[in-house]
């Protein structure tokens, strides 16, 4: 069976530091890779996706970036973060397009202070 | 740019009370509809989908949901809520062949025992 795997849980970083958060699957090939944000009080947010081994795509202007270096890795960065970064960060898996169902990992609470 | 909203940010229910849950997108071509849910310290979840056919769709757990098309809304509905029922439920919806899903800005329902 398919898993996703997300880690950390919880960070806490400071204002200026990078960040590396990494998200993996496991049991699918070739698989649609997401990463959303969720801020508080608000909804979910997709911030990239991507269909394929160094295809990423952005969906909003952000101090962050993502890379695919593998098919079933998908990793979020940042330079240097800011306040505004902080949230609740998921990662998201699918199959197919269009009518494909997204699959969440149990996400990454990032605090920035 | 499409949307969806969620008109309900926080609702308290008793046991045995029903639930519904108001769901609008904006996008006049074809959609995919879903509510996911998200209980206490749990992945988000699939609670139910609609591709096509049959606009009543059920989904685990007795919940269920209408598609209305002319009123672009994916009501979420339940005769009889339990404590067990207490998270937050996101509406989300997508268009494009990449299977981007948008998502409302969720709900917190918590049921009273």
């Known amino acids: 069976s398919q898993t996703i795997h997300q880690w950390p849980a919880t960070l806490v970083q400071p204002v200026g530091s990078p960040l590396s958060l990494e998200c993996t699957v496991e049991?699918?090939?070739?698989?649609?890779l997401y990463w959303y944000r969720q801020a508080a009080g608000r909804g979910l947010q997709l911030l990239f996706y991507?269909?394929?081994?160094?295809?990423i795509s952005s969906e909003v202007p952000q101090n962050l970036s993502a890379s695919r270096p593998q098919d079933r890795q998908f990793i979020l960065s940042s330079k240097k973060l800011l306040l505004s970064d902080s949230g609740f960060y998921l990662c998201a898996w699918s199959i197919g397009s269009g009518k494909n169902i997204q699959y969440f990992g149990a996400g990454t609470r990032l605090s920035v202070l | 740019a499409q949307s969806v909203s969620q008109h309900n940010h926080h609702v308290i229910l008793s046991e045995a009370a029903s639930l519904e849950l108001g769901c609008n997108y904006s996008y006049g071509g074809t959609v995919n509809l879903f509510w996911y849910v998200q209980y206490p310290g749990q992945h988000l979840q699939l609670l139910l989908k609609y591709f096509s056919g049959d606009p009543l769709v059920k989904g685990i757990k007795g919940f269920e949901a209408e598609f209305i098309k002319s009123k672009f809304s994916f009501n979420l509905r339940k005769p009889s809520v339990q404590w067990s029922d207490t998270a937050e439920y996101f509406c989300a919806v997508s268009t494009g062949g990449t299977g981007k899903l948008i998502f409302g800005q969720g709900t917190t329902l918590q049921v009273k025992p």
């Open positions: 049991g699918t090939s070739n698989p649609n």
């Open positions: 991507s269909v394929g081994i160094g295809q």
